[in-house]
């Protein structure tokens, strides 16, 4: 099997409907693996926000009604974003976009250490095979590490499923990966060790124009911890509205709002990480209040200033191009004008670089 090209990564946000997918009945497998528990069926435009798309054309794959269909002609990787993981169970309904037909499709993982020396690989797929009107069907371990290294494992000849989903799950534990059809956990279907240390996960299509819908993803990394949640709040509770700008207030004031929102409900770990990051972000956006005087006191100290040799051009400039934009400001400009140029100002004259210094 050959790798179309460079693999390219795309930003994508796309607006995707709300309708509701029916998910195929599961059984539970506490003996596997336990941990919490995140769902993506792209019904919610988020679920794709936390994906990045590599793929070997410039075409994106397509949601609708909570499915991903992938491009025909395109090597595609949805790879979930800032997520390393490496004990998990991972599952999904996959098909053909035809009935009974090309399906080469399946989950992306990875281990940070390679669990064979021969192998040295890092990159492994485990996905369905299936060709346009065949009566069987293969389930595949795939290696490759920016270049196909080739297939290593595989249960082939499976008659073909009457529905038009199977379910594969794959479990990712000590080293070892299993793959398993339609919750069969007690029949695994493949074993073997692709190394340990957390990895990427995600999933993978191959010039197939093939559809997967409801991945679950199951881990102890995704058990439900609010703490650095709650800590946060606590201190943004403690901010005095007073001391910081209307705007930047008010933006600030939202986010605390929906991180709120979260703590008292949360959903999953995915959520509760993405809301702290977005709330400190909205703190650290806070403009702290000045007044017009307050800025001209600066502007004297920073003309005080005027030993230019003494630093580094970069810094010099920056200093000046501050200086001088603070120094257009007029008594009736806006507190947000005038707070934002004192912030610049003093940063750049507390970053002043010294020669030799």
Request: proline share 4%; hydrophobic share 35%; charged share 20%.
């Amino acid at each position: 099997m050959k790798l179309l090209g460079l693999l390219i990564p795309l930003s994508f946000c796309l607006s995707l409907p709300a309708a509701p997918v029916a998910r195929i009945g599961k059984k539970n497998a506490p003996s596997i693996i336990s941990g919490g528990t995140v769902s993506f069926d792209f019904a919610n435009p988020e679920d794709v926000s936390r994906f990045d798309l590599y793929t070997s054309y410039e075409s994106n794959p397509s949601f609708v009604d909570g499915v991903m269909y992938s491009y025909l002609y395109a090597e595609q990787k949805i790879i979930l974003r800032d997520v390393l993981l490496s004990e998990y169970l991972i599952e999904a309904d996959f098909g053909p976009s035809v009935y009974k037909g090309h399906i080469d499709m399946g989950f992306y993982i990875k281990a940070a250490n390679p669990g064979n020396s021969i192998d040295q690989i890092q990159s492994w797929e485990v996905n369905i095979k299936h060709d346009d009107n065949t009566a069987n069907w293969d389930l595949r371990l795939y290696q490759f590490d920016n270049a196909w290294i080739g297939q290593f494992a595989e249960e082939s000849n499976m008659p073909f499923w009457n529905d038009e989903w199977i379910h594969l799950s794959v479990l990712v534990k000590n080293g070892n990966v299993s793959a398993y059809i339609n919750n069969n956990y007690d029949n695994p279907m493949l074993n073997y060790n692709i190394g340990t240390g957390a990895g990427l996960v995600g999933i993978r299509s191959f010039n197939s124009p093939a559809k997967v819908r409801n991945i679950q993803i199951t881990s102890p990394s995704f058990e439900i911890n609010t703490s650095k949640l709650s800590s946060l709040i606590n201190e943004c509770d403690s901010l005095n509205e007073n001391d910081y700008t209307p705007v930047s207030w008010g933006k600030f004031e939202s986010v605390l709002t929906k991180a709120k929102g979260v703590l008292s409900s949360p959903i999953n770990q995915l959520v509760i990480n993405d809301v702290v990051k977005e709330l400190q972000s909205a703190k650290d956006g806070l403009l702290l209040k000045k007044t017009y005087q307050q800025l001209q006191e600066l502007i004297s100290e920073c003309e005080q200033i005027t030993d230019s040799g003494s630093y580094t051009q970069n810094s010099w400039g920056s200093f000046i191009f501050c200086l001088n934009r603070a120094k257009q400001l007029t008594e009736s400009a806006s507190i947000e004008d005038i707070s934002f140029n004192y912030m610049m100002l003093e940063y750049r004259k507390n970053e002043l670089v010294r020669y030799g210094g």
